[in-house]
């Protein structure tokens, strides 16, 4: 019987995380033992946190922002947005 890795999407409100995010994305990519799916909402930010996501969105298959462009205004509206977005049925495990 072969064990089966945990899948887990990991759901990420963000908002001018330009100078943590990368640490923060690092931090669940190095997680072992599951296998994770990383889906950002961005709140409409005023730095260069998008261009940041889409730089390492190229690097990782496994990282997913939803469109941009959106004020949400703080982070209950952003995650709301991604329980209603995101399809979790393939995921053994939700994080936020």
């Given amino acids: 019987m072969q064990n089966k890795v945990p899948r887990v999407a990991v759901l990420l409100a963000a908002y001018n995380g330009e100078r943590w ?27 260069s946190t998008l261009s940041l996501l889409q730089s390492l969105q190229s690097k990782h298959n496994n990282l997913f ?7 949400f205004g703080g982070a209950a509206k ?15 495990y939700v994080a936020f």
């Fill in 21 to 47: 995010i990368r640490y923060q994305l690092d931090s669940i990519w190095s997680q072992e033992g599951v296998a994770v799916d990383i889906f950002i909402s961005l709140d409409y930010s005023s730095d």
């Fill in 78 to 92: 952003n995650f709301y947005r991604l329980i209603k977005e995101v399809d979790i049925s393939k995921y053994d």
């Fill in 65 to 71: 922002i939803l469109s941009y462009g959106e004020r």
